[in-house]
């Protein structure tokens, strides 16, 4: 079985936690899935040997694992300045910018303190990730990548946008 291939079943595996994720309301389940998630592309972007992309996203494993626990803005910082160092070390061209895009945005959503700015700087985020994929010739991750936008959009929708009847609890 060649790399690819295994890098393709690797990211459809992602693909679970990534829909669960933003499904879940509470933001500590979101981050828990996205975590996952994160892991197992960097796995898949390792087969790829796609290194800004593949590190950046063990990077975001460990960041969403910390934010769990803390939103504390130094760490903010401290997560910002691995992003720079990681695409330094591994510039490789259009694919580490828009790599390191991506990053900037979900380490700022992370932080946030609520799960509707996260939704929304994360639906951002995902934009850059398409646009890497889809250059990085990676169908999987541009399937993955675009369930999850339209995971994030539905549970958007379901918790802000949807009208609620007057007297319903929200």
């Not at 990534?18 to 996952?36: E, V």
């Not at 969403?64 to 504390?72: C, D, E, G, H, L």
Request: charged share 10%; proline share 2%.
């Amino acid at each position: 079985m060649s790399l690819f291939l295994i890098s393709q079943i690797i990211v459809g595996i992602a693909v679970i936690a990534d829909i669960a994720s933003f499904q879940l309301k509470h933001r500590s389940s979101i981050l828990t899935c996205l975590a996952i998630s994160c892991f197992l592309i960097s796995i898949h972007f390792m087969c790829l040997e796609h290194w800004t992309g593949a590190w950046l996203f063990m990077l975001n494993a460990i960041r969403y694992t910390v934010t769990i626990f803390t939103t504390a803005r130094l760490l903010l910082w401290v997560f910002l300045f691995f992003c720079g160092a990681i695409f330094c070390s591994t510039y490789a061209g259009l694919l580490s910018v828009l790599s390191l895009g991506a990053a900037i945005l979900s380490t700022v959503a992370s932080f946030s303190s609520t799960d509707k700015l996260l939704r929304e700087l994360i639906f951002c985020g995902t934009c850059f990730w398409i646009m890497h994929n889809i250059l990085a010739g990676s169908p999987g991750a541009v399937a993955l990548e675009s369930c999850f936008m339209v995971s994030n959009v539905i549970g958007y929708y379901r918790y802000y946008l949807r009208s609620r009847p007057v007297n319903s609890p929200a």
